[in-house]
């Protein structure tokens, strides 16, 4: 069952990107191109799924514990530190280059055409890998 | 941007809204793509991760049950250089896991949890994404 619960959690957050047209980089380059042709859409994507969520998870959490788990996972870290905001800021250029991030990379696997997309999703395994490794050795 | 589009958006929003409420019902879980499909990039993988794996599934499968309900996926034009979207790749792997989150995990589940930690990240990776856009121009 828990399962099944990830599979139709992965599925409706493909549709929901697919819908709101996230899947396509030109959607997302002409959203952070605010000295361009400004396309606003992802923000109201962001604003209903964030509304959304948030109302959600408040009616969730009158619970005891999910459904199909002992308990919550929700992260409880508070600090702002320099690998989060360094982090960030790495993710939001790889994001600025090429339009893409994980979930909308995923969900054009099957749709897209050539191997572009896959090219991107190796490179996504690889810079994480590299980061683990990194930390690992104490670098970053 | 016609009225379409905004529907569209606010529809599709929803959705993934929808879809991160089922996930924290169901298994507690914080919808965050990069962790939860990052999690499978270990070499010591035991049942507990199985639900990785379907969720990625699902997220594969978005285009096809789409389409089997009758609706055309939109295009999806990817028109960067091979070099550029291997930097891209690179650098949003190595971010995302450094910065313990994306788009989803830190811009939708993170403020929808009003988590500081998440705003702060979602506020310096639009910053550093639109200089980018606008350096590349």
């Not at chain 1, 969730?60 to 960030?88: C, H, M, N, Q």
Request: contains cysteine; aromatic residues 6%.
């Amino acid at each position: 069952m828990k399962e099944l619960a990830a599979l139709i959690a992965g599925l409706l957050f493909s549709l929901g990107l697919i819908v709101s047209g996230m899947t396509n980089p030109e959607n997302i380059i002409s959203f952070l191109d605010i000295a361009g042709d400004w396309n606003p859409a992802l923000a109201f994507v962001l604003m209903s799924a964030v509304v959304v969520t948030g109302v959600g998870y408040r009616l969730v959490w009158t619970r005891r514990k999910p459904i199909y788990e002992a308990s919550f996972s929700v992260p409880t870290s508070r600090v702002l530190d320099k690998r989060l905001l360094l982090g960030a800021a790495i993710f939001g250029i790889g994001w600025g280059l090429v339009g893409l991030c994980p979930g909308p990379a995923l969900a054009s696997v099957l749709t897209s055409n050539g191997l572009q997309i896959l090219i991107f999703i190796a490179a996504m395994a690889g810079g994480t890998v590299l980061q683990r490794r990194l930390t690992k050795q104490g670098v970053i | 941007m016609n009225i379409d589009n905004i529907v569209n958006a606010l529809l599709g929003g929803s959705l993934i809204g929808l879809s991160a409420v089922f996930l924290m019902l169901t298994l507690g879980r914080i919808s965050g793509i990069s962790g939860i499909a990052s999690g499978l990039l270990s070499l010591s993988l035991t049942k507990a991760d199985r639900w990785r794996g379907a969720f990625l599934i699902g997220l594969l499968a978005g285009p096809l049950v789409y389409m089997a309900i009758g609706f055309t996926p939109p295009e999806v034009v990817i028109d960067t250089s091979t070099i550029t979207l291997i930097m891209g790749g690179v650098l949003v792997g190595f971010g995302a896991s450094l910065g313990s989150g994306c788009t989803s995990g830190h811009g939708v589940c993170g403020i929808a949890r009003v988590s500081p930690r998440s705003i702060a990240a979602t506020v310096v990776f639009l910053t550093t994404a639109i200089i980018t856009v606008f350096l590349s121009r």
